[in-house]
């Protein structure tokens, strides 16, 4: 095909690579500053399937640097309308938009259908997300963020290498780092870091070496210089990045723990012969493979309560660990004494399973 | 020892440098970032980690290199 011609020739990537690129499913969370750039190298490329998610809609200011926009955009979702320009960059692959913010209730099932995540993101509480979810579905994150003129770049959970809490293993305090809308950014400085993250995409799409994986690039835009920083897996920080409760709560599910007793992962993995209690929907990610396990969905408690056996020290969890305590409470109404909400979810469960591996 | 020191992001705009030359006698990275935090203040308030000669180390690290850099996370996108 002679729009792939000039890769094709390349004797470093050639059909072969080319194939692995037309097979390639890259998710991009944000259509901001590194996100356009990224898309816009991404889909030209010819990696098969391109998702977007942003909720936001395109602004005037956006315009100074979100070149994949245009006038004819403002107002318009930018999922949406990086979908429509895209599709005429390149028709020939498929491109999804997701017109809503990234969650964790759907950043399980969506990093489950694709290979590599794009984080162009400008908050840490999604940086965070993205980094915690995607050590749970196994999915390498090609981060890049800025501040002014300068920019840091780098890969994440890359065939088990370290992850952003590594890196940064605390969110900043709440309002420290200020936004570009607060303090500025040189338009052609999210240019050049997307394209970096695209160039990442690339590298680990077409297993090539020196990806960036245990090392952070930091590029200032004034003095042209930049340095690449290594840095290790630290292993104490993935029981604490699983563990929700450590920082970002869900908001809209934080409820009263009153009388409810809790129990860590931890503790509850040294008890003999527990039983776990998974009170999520049906259907609901991460899923888990363990023993002693129960699933029945928190309003379908009544109903199956004969599959909890009040014998047992039964461990009741969910996503986050505030439905769990609904359930106990239900079970502690029906009599059951040795019932336990598990803090920090499944979560805190899969992270229990990774140490232990 | 006369240590190199790198500032990056908003970091840079505290010291008002990218980068400086210290000469400094103790031997932990903990003493170092003592004696930053006297001489600029607001570094206090920052989140920020210290590398060593191009690798990430904690801030409990003995000094044996010669290159310092205090990174801070960015946000912007």
Do not use: W
């Not at chain 1, 926009?69 to 005429?88: C, M, P, Q, V, Y």
Request: charged share 20%; aromatic share 8%.
């Amino acid at each position: 095909m002679s729009r792939y011609s000039r890769h094709i020739v390349l004797s470093e990537i050639g059909q072969k690579g080319q194939d692995k690129l037309s097979t390639a499913k890259v998710l991009v969370v944000g259509a901001g500053g590194l996100g356009c750039p990224a898309l816009q190298y991404l889909v030209a490329a010819g990696i098969g399937t391109v998702g977007i998610i942003d909720f936001d809609v395109v602004e005037e200011s956006n315009l100074q640097r979100q070149i994949l926009f245009g006038t004819s955009s403002l107002g318009i979702n930018k999922a949406i309308a990086a979908k429509s320009r895209l599709e005429d960059l390149n028709p020939t692959i498929n491109i999804i938009a997701y017109p809503h913010k990234l969650i964790s209730k759907n950043a399980h099932v969506l990093f489950e259908n694709y290979d590599i995540i794009v984080d162009g993101t400008d908050d840490f509480e999604t940086r965070y997300l993205i980094n915690d979810v995607s050590i749970i579905t196994n999915k390498p994150v090609v981060y890049g963020a800025i501040y002014k003129f300068e920019g840091q770049v780098s890969v994440f959970n890359y065939k088990g290498g370290p992850s952003y809490r590594c890196l940064f293993p605390k969110p900043p305090k709440e309002g420290s780092v200020a936004r570009c809308s607060e303090i500025g950014v040189l338009g052609v400085l999210p240019g050049i870091i997307g394209c970096m993250q695209a160039n990442e995409v690339f590298k680990i799409v077409l297993d090539f070496e020196d990806v960036l994986t245990g090392k952070l690039l930091n590029y200032n835009a004034k003095t042209a210089q930049s340095s690449i920083i290594s840095f290790s897996k630290l292993a104490v920080e993935l029981e604490k990045t699983l563990s929700p409760k450590e920082d970002f709560k869900e908001k809209d599910e934080k409820s009263s723990e009153t009388q409810v007793r809790i129990i860590s992962a931890s503790e509850a993995f040294q008890l003999d012969n527990p039983q776990f209690i998974d009170v999520r929907e049906y259907g609901e990610y991460p899923q888990l493979n363990l023993t002693n396990y129960v699933h029945i969905p928190l309003d379908k408690i009544e109903h199956q309560i004969k599959q909890i056996h009040s014998e047992k020290v039964n461990i009741l969890f969910c996503q986050t660990g505030t439905r769990s305590i609904a359930a106990v409470q239900i079970l502690q109404g029906l009599g059951y004494t040795n019932c336990y909400t598990l803090e920090g979810g499944v979560f805190a469960i899969i992270a229990q399973l990774k140490i232990k591996m | 020892m006369n240590l190199k020191i790198k500032y990056f992001g908003l970091l840079a705009e505290i010291t008002k440098c990218n980068e400086e030359t210290l000469e400094f006698s103790k031997t932990s990275m903990s003493d170092l970032l003592e004696m930053l935090f006297e001489k600029y203040p607001s570094l206090k308030e920052k989140d920020f980690q210290v590398a060593q000669n191009l690798e990430i180390v904690s801030k409990e690290t003995i000094l044996s290199k010669s290159e310092i850099a205090l990174l801070p996370p960015f946000s912007g996108g």
